[in-house]
Nanobody, 128 residues
Framework: QVQLVESGGGLVQTGGSLRLSCAAS????????TGWFRRAPGKEREFVAA????????FYADSVKGRFTISKDIADNTAYLQMTSLEPVDTATYYC?????????????????????WGQGTQVTVSS
């Protein structure tokens, strides 16, 4: 497995922005799909966004499309999730994940079972 460490969470007001980071331990970070998921209190974990091995292809959940942007800095082995126009419904613990079996972004990208490495999560709270 590759170790993933998220950071950047916090408390923000409705309409605000946050930028989450996911630092990977392995230099092979650029070789596979990276995803962001979230889990709100009392709810199932849900897909947020994913990015392919070289950062050129992205995929978003409908609920965040147009508000969130996923990116990847291959040189720094870091993935990012820029979140704007945040709403209270975005309140959740956000997790970074790596699908080391897949360099290409495919139909499995929104399936948490496809990812074999996970970070510990970072809390995002949006106040109304």
């Amino acid at each position: 497995q590759v170790q993933l460490v998220e950071s950047g969470g916090g408390l923000v007001q409705t309409g605000g922005s946050l930028r989450l980071s996911c630092a990977a331990s392995a230099r092979t970070f650029s070789s596979y799909v990276t995803g962001w998921f979230r889990r709100a209190p009392g709810k199932e974990r849900e897909f947020v966004a994913a990015i392919g091995w070289n950062g050129r292809r992205t995929f978003y959940a409908d609920s965040v499309k147009g508000r969130f942007t996923i990116s990847k800095d291959i040189a720094d082995n870091t993935a990012y999730l820029q979140m704007t126009s945040l709403e209270p419904v975005d309140t959740a613990t956000y997790y970074c994940a790596a699908d080391r079996a897949s360099p290409l972004l495919g139909p499995q990208a929104n399936n948490s079972a496809a990812y074999d490495s996970w970070g510990q999560g970072t809390q995002v709270t949006v106040s109304s």
